[in-house]
T-cell receptor, first 116, second 113 residues
Framework: AQTVTQSQPEMSVQEAETVTLSCTYDTSENNYYLFWYKQPPSRQMILVIR??????QNATENRFSVNFQKAAKSFSLKISDSQLGDTAMYFCAFMKRNNAGNMLTFGGGTRLMVKP | DTAVSQTPKYLVTQMGNDKSIKCEQN?????MYWYKQDSKKFLKIMFS???????INETVPNRFSPKSPDKAHLNLHINSLELGDSAVYFC????????????FGSGTQLSVL
C-alpha cells in the first residue's frame, strides 16, 4: 500500500515571497503520478500541478513548481510570489497507474496562510 | 456547466436516519469515486466504480451502499447514520487510460446530530 506524508501541518508566508511545502511518499511502484491539490475555504478541490513519475523534468504551472526526487520519494511544491488567494489547505497525492481505476492516496495536508 | 455536481451541499440529520447523496458527471468519464474528508481534513477513498462496476471498496461499513445506475451517476446511500459519519463527502470522476486526473465535486457536508 502507498502512503503519503506531509510533515508540515501549518505554514505561513508573507505576500510576494516564496514558500515550499514538503511531501514524501512510500511505494514499490515504478509507474505512478503525483499531484498537489489546493482546497480553499470554499471546500472545492482544485488541481494545482501534476507530475508523471517517468518524467525527470519537474512540472511547472505559472507560479507553482515541484521538486521531484524519485529516488528519495520526495515531491515538494514551491509557490513563488505568494498571493493572498493562495491561502488554503494543500494536499499531496499519489496515484498508481491502474487500468481499473485512478485511486488517489492523499497526505494529511498542509494549511498555508499568506499574510499581507 | 458544472462538470461534477453533487447534491445536496449540506445535509443535517438525526442519528439513525437514512440519507442519500447524489452525484452526476457530464464529462463522459468511465470511472467515479466517493471520498470522505474527516474533521481533521484527512481524505480517504471509499468506493470506485468503473463502467457501473464496483472496483474499489476500502473497508467501508455495510451501512454505506453506493449505486451506479449508469456511467454518469454514482449515488451514496447511508443507512442508520451514526455521529462518526459526520464528514464532507466528495464525489469525483476520471477517464482511466487517458489524462489521469480526478475531477471533484464541491462536496457534501454531512452533520449527524
Amino acid at each position: 500500500a502507498q502512503t503519503v506524508t506531509q510533515s508540515q501541518p501549518e505554514m505561513s508566508v508573507q505576500e510576494a515571497e516564496t514558500v515550499t511545502l514538503s511531501c514524501t511518499y512510500d511505494t514499490s511502484e515504478n509507474n505512478y503520478y503525483l499531484f498537489w491539490y489546493k482546497q480553499p475555504p470554499s471546500r472545492q478541490m482544485i488541481l494545482v500541478i501534476r507530475q508523471e513519475a517517468y518524467k525527470q523534468q519537474n512540472a511547472t504551472e505559472n507560479r507553482f513548481s515541484v521538486n521531484f526526487q524519485k529516488a528519495a520519494k520526495s515531491f515538494s511544491l514551491k509557490i513563488s510570489d505568494s498571493q493572498l488567494g493562495d491561502t488554503a489547505m494543500y494536499f499531496c497525492a499519489f496515484m498508481k497507474r491502474n487500468n481499473a481505476g485512478n485511486m488517489l492516496t492523499f497526505g494529511g495536508g498542509t494549511r498555508l496562510m499568506v499574510k499581507p | 456547466d458544472t462538470a461534477v455536481s453533487q447534491t445536496p451541499k449540506y445535509l443535517v440529520t438525526q442519528m439513525g436516519n437514512d440519507k442519500s447523496i447524489k452525484c452526476e458527471q457530464n464529462l463522459g468519464h468511465d470511472t467515479m469515486y466517493w471520498y470522505k474528508q474527516d474533521s481533521k481534513k484527512f481524505l480517504k477513498i471509499m468506493f470506485s466504480y468503473n463502467n457501473k462496476e464496483l472496483i474499489i471498496n476500502e473497508t467501508v461499513p455495510n451501512r454505506f451502499s453506493p449505486k451506479s445506475p449508469d456511467k454518469a451517476h454514482l449515488n451514496l446511500h447511508i443507512n442508520s447514520l451514526e455521529l462518526g459519519d459526520s464528514a464532507v463527502y466528495f464525489c469525483a470522476s476520471s477517464q482511466v487510460g487517458a489524462y489521469e486526473k480526478l475531477f471533484f465535486g464541491s462536496g457534501t457536508q454531512l452533520s449527524v446530530l
